[in-house]
């Protein structure tokens, strides 16, 4: 038998070998479990996020996005977020009611399934709220610029009345967190976007750092409250739908007005932990009185070990009094001018 020939046999004993030894599979994660066997939520999360509830019209046909598009545009973000207010565009200073030291968005896109994509809503397709129904509203609201989270409409009646200190939204009277960011749905705001789950048997609490909100789930109970019972929060119960966590909440008051939705809102929350970093959240939102039909959003709360810091808000707000006296001052320039 010549070198060649030997050479060849060693060859394919080799492969054979290779091919019989057994292979190194990837450990499946299985999710950490309390006591009861349900998958353990508990921890400080964080839902911030420079993906806006709407998609932009600089992705209008596009649901995802590389790599190379995503960090561009997250770079344009974090350069717009430092530039100096002096030199910045209409558009760039309306979040300029707070200091640029308190905005915290986060700097990515958000990242689900190995897709970066483009708008929170994931349903309808194109990445927008749907119409209203006729007399709610009318038009779809526009995306919020320049990759802004939906931050903007506050959760209270009478946005543009100064008579009152009620007449102005909750949040900046310091009785809810503005933008949903309590929920349900629990949205991502302009900063202090973190979470403490706590599970027990009976009850899930998720304390959120804006303001002072505390969400209750009952799951001890499969019905709701009487209808005549109105929560700011909604009445929320939940279930185990195997490993992921379903939230049904309904009996909201006339005071929470989540993108203009009636006190008949009716929202449905999935949380599934899919790693030891990552719940993946989804609401669907259902309220035929305001909505043409029903719409889902869909992203991560990411681990963290960043502490909830207490949200020193002040009820009733001390610049409440600067507010309506401003109003009171243009009323009066007005009647001069008349």
């Not at 991560?300 to 810091?309: E, G, H, K, Q, S």
Request: glycine share 8%.
């Amino acid at each position: 038998m010549s070198v060649r020939q030997i050479a060849s046999v060693f060859a394919i004993v080799a492969v054979v070998t290779f091919a019989q030894a057994p292979q190194k599979t990837e450990k499946a994660w299985n999710a950490p479990r309390l006591p009861d066997g349900h998958p353990d939520l508990q921890g400080v999360w964080t839902n911030a996020t420079l993906t806006p509830l709407q998609r932009l019209p600089q992705f209008a046909s596009k649901p995802t996005v590389t790599e190379a598009e995503a960090k561009a545009f997250e770079q344009t973000q974090q350069e717009n977020a430092s530039a100096d207010k002096h030199g910045s565009t209409a558009e760039q200073d309306r979040d300029q009611a707070y200091n640029r030291l308190f905005i915290d968005r986060g700097s990515n896109l958000e990242r689900v399934d190995g897709q970066i994509r483009t708008s929170l809503i994931v349903d309808p397709p194109d990445g927008h709220v749907p119409p209203r129904v006729a007399g709610r509203g009318g038009a779809r609201r526009a995306p919020a610029p320049e990759g802004a989270a939906e931050e903007g409409a506050a959760r209270g009646l009478g946005i543009g009345r100064f008579d009152s200190v009620k007449d102005r939204p909750l949040g900046e009277r310091c009785l809810l967190g503005f933008g949903s960011t309590s929920g349900p749905p629990m949205m991502p705001v302009l900063y202090n976007n973190n979470y403490q789950i706590v599970q027990t048997p009976g009850t899930i609490m998720i304390l959120v750092e804006m303001v002072h909100d505390v969400r209750q789930i009952h799951m001890d109970r499969q019905t709701h409250l009487r209808p005549d019972v109105r929560q700011w929060l909604g009445d929320s119960i939940g279930h185990w739908e195997g490993d992921t966590l379903v939230v049904d909440t309904t009996n909201f008051t006339n005071n929470t007005h989540y993108q203009g939705a009636s006190s008949d809102l009716h929202v449905i929350e999935h949380f599934k932990r899919v790693d030891d970093h990552t719940i993946l959240y989804r609401f669907t939102i259902d309220d035929p009185k305001t909505f043409t039909r029903q719409w889902t959003a869909e992203y991560p709360f990411l681990a963290t070990n960043d502490r909830i810091f207490e949200y020193a808000c002040h009820e009733g707000n001390y610049a409440m009094p600067d507010i309506l006296g401003g109003a009171r001052s243009l009323e009066k320039e007005g009647t001069r001018q008349q």
